[in-house]
């Protein structure tokens, strides 16, 4: 396995073949999807809706456990306040290997398998012992073949990609969170509803606010434009800070993630309050610290406020992604892309997509000469046989 030619071996081969595919040409592909993102999210409401009885029936939980690892854990982070509001259950969202080896799981429990691909060994561990102690489990995956979906009962997340759209989905992925946490949110609406927590107008109108958030979606991936031009004045060395509270903190451990992924570099996706006790530590006055405050319309944007203030003091720029906001925000921000007002516990789907765009400019900007095709096969590669080639 120290070869790279063994490791290529190991890929699937749709991923085999993104090697003769020119940069230039997935990364067209992957801005042309993100575009569409608003279109996708809402095939993955349509898709799951009609099967979310077949799925859950009508649970006894008493306790929501939300697992996976990954995106799927940042989408699990993002979507636990809804499913607080939403069913009236305590909702936690933990990693795979938390979740399987160091909690102890009370019965009438309910645990939600979260995973793309339906492959991560520590995801099917983490089944495995939801199983054995005699909880309900289910799994969302967008993979009918892996393994999620065979042990498991399972809700498919079908965004409707046509079979030519595959070489950006598995060169540059960017959605799979998004469409992950879509299906959560209509688990969420399902299980409230089905529990009598939302009557049966409650529940309708829900349906109705996350209904609107598809076309919230294509309204800011306008912001395009925008983020690039941002982006050609900030320095490729740059300290990249993304930063949210309560769901929107899934949205920064998110980002944080395509940087690494994608541009290759080293980010920091932070809760907010934590950011003021510990990052804030790293910002020195003359370097070129970029901070990106994700505030939808919620509690977090006060606090927001009085941390850029302090970014301005230290000499950090700070870019609000923000839903809707008054003049401080439009005095102490450098930069803001607004985003529709949507349900704080819906925002991530609209607000991770300017960072979306942000990683996918980086990379065209800073790596189009640097960025190997071959190398990311090569780490998904490995990447595959450390976090799947084991016995769970």
Known sequence: MNSSSTDMSKLPLAVQKLLEIPLDQLLEFAMTRLARQGDLVANVFASVRGRLGDV???????????VGCGDSYSAALAA??????????PTMAL????FARYTLLPPESLVILVSSTGEPAMTLEA????????????GVTSAKEGRVAQEFPNLFVDPGFSSAEHADYLALIVSNFSFSLAALYMIAIYLGQSRGYLDDRAAGQVEKELDRVPDAIERTASWSAAVREYLEGVSSEADFYFLGAGPSFGVARFLQAKFFEQVQRSAYGVELEEFSHEYWFT????????????IPAGPSQEWSLDMMAGCQEMGARAIAIAGPHGAQVRERADLILPVDAVPEMFSPLVTVVPGELLALHAVILWRRESFSVARRARQMAISKRLTRERTP
């Open 56 to 66: 859950l029936g009508a649970t006894s939980a008493r306790r929501i456990y939300l």
């Open 127 to 138: 089944g495995a012992v939801a199983r054995q102690a005699g909880v309900e489990v289910i």
């Open 95 to 98: 990693d795979s290997m938390e």
């Open 283 to 294: 910002l020195r006055p003359g370097e070129d610290a970029q901070v990106w405050f994700i």
């Open 80 to 89: 636990r306040y809804a499913f607080e509001q939403l069913t009236g259950l």
